[in-house]
Nanobody, 124 residues
Framework: QVQLVESGGGRVQAGGSLRLSCAASGRTVSTYAMGWFRQAPGKEREFVAAVWRSVGTTYYADSVKGRFTIFRDNAKNTVYLQMNSLKPEDTAVYYC?????????????????WGQGTQVTVSS
């Protein structure tokens, strides 16, 4: 079993930055695909970013490309999401997820483990 705990959410003004952290425990996740998803009120959970297993290849949703960066620190068993130039439309609960196979990084149903989420609110 893998337990994931997100932190770093909060309230920020448009144009600001936040760094989310996802600390994993129970197993080493260096060989897992790790993803960040978000869900705004009344909307479906959507893919934000993923880092593919130990190779480190990254993928981003078009809406965050160039503003968000996903990276992992395998020594700390932690994945991060650096969010810059935040916009009000980035407001959502952000979830970290782990997928042992990593075949379809943007598909929420493929991820076996999920954190509890952290709220990000961007005011205009």
């Amino acid at each position: 079993q893998v337990q994931l705990v997100e932190s770093g959410g909060g309230r920020v003004q448009a144009g600001g930055s936040l760094r989310l952290s996802c600390a994993a425990s129970g197993r080493t996740v260096s060989t897992y695909a790790m993803g960040w998803f978000r869900q705004a009120p009344g909307k479906e959970r959507e893919f934000v970013a993923a880092v593919w297993r130990s190779v480190g290849t990254t993928y981003y949703a078009d809406s965050v490309k160039g503003r968000f960066t996903i990276f992992r620190d395998n020594a700390k068993n932690t994945v991060y999401l650096q969010m810059n130039s935040l916009k009000p439309e980035d407001t959502a609960v952000y979830y970290c997820a782990a997928d042992q196979l990593g075949l379809r990084f943007a598909v929420p149903d493929d991820y076996e483990y999920w954190g509890q989420g952290t709220q990000v609110t961007v005011s205009s």
